[in-house]
């Protein structure tokens, strides 16, 4: 499942896309995966959340793709997220930040839907900083123009 995450980060996400206006889905995802900086692990039974989450900071790397062995329905998909990040908070990592990605989802900008392409249900963990950054370096640029206002309220972006 591994190569199939970073198959869908380098051929769905890194590819720059008309409905982005010309940008990647995940504009900086590219310069984490050539510079070997994304640690990718399993949510299993055996390897729960919080041990991903130690291994992951244990590791040294920007971010983290966490490949969750269980199916999580659409709509359960921002509460989950929020679970994730109590858990965090309550672990004392509240520097960093779970965004989730259901293949099951139906967002989509201009008729794109970058989520379903996912090879299963990823938790993708940021750090905070990094991630207001980031927003801050896109909202300068087109990237929103074609996000409906459901998807751009799902985002957190005003």
């Keep these: 499942m591994e190569d199939k995450v970073l198959s869908y980060i ?33 949510i299993t039974s055996d390897n729960d959340f919080i041990i991903c989450i130690h291994n992951f900071v244990e590791s040294g790397k920007n971010s983290a793709v966490l490949i969750q062995d269980d199916v999580i329905l659409e709509k359960s998909t921002k509460r989950y997220q929020k679970f994730l990040n109590n858990i965090l908070r309550a672990m004392d990592k509240s520097e960093w930040k779970a965004l989730c990605i259901n293949p099951d989802d139906k967002l989509e900008v201009d008729g ?14 940021n750090n905070k900083k ?22 751009k309220k799902y985002l957190g972006v005003k």
């Design 10 to 42: 380098e051929n769905v996400l890194e590819v720059p896309r008309d409905e982005y206006n010309g940008m990647p889905v995940c504009p900086f995802a590219k310069q984490e995966r050539e510079s070997n900086n994304i640690y990718i692990d399993t």
């Design 112 to 125: 794109f839907n970058a989520r379903s392409l996912a090879p299963c249900f990823l938790v993708l963990i």
């Design 130 to 151: 990094e991630i207001k950054k980031a927003h801050d370096i896109i909202l300068k640029t087109k990237y929103y123009d074609k996000m409906s206002k459901k998807y």
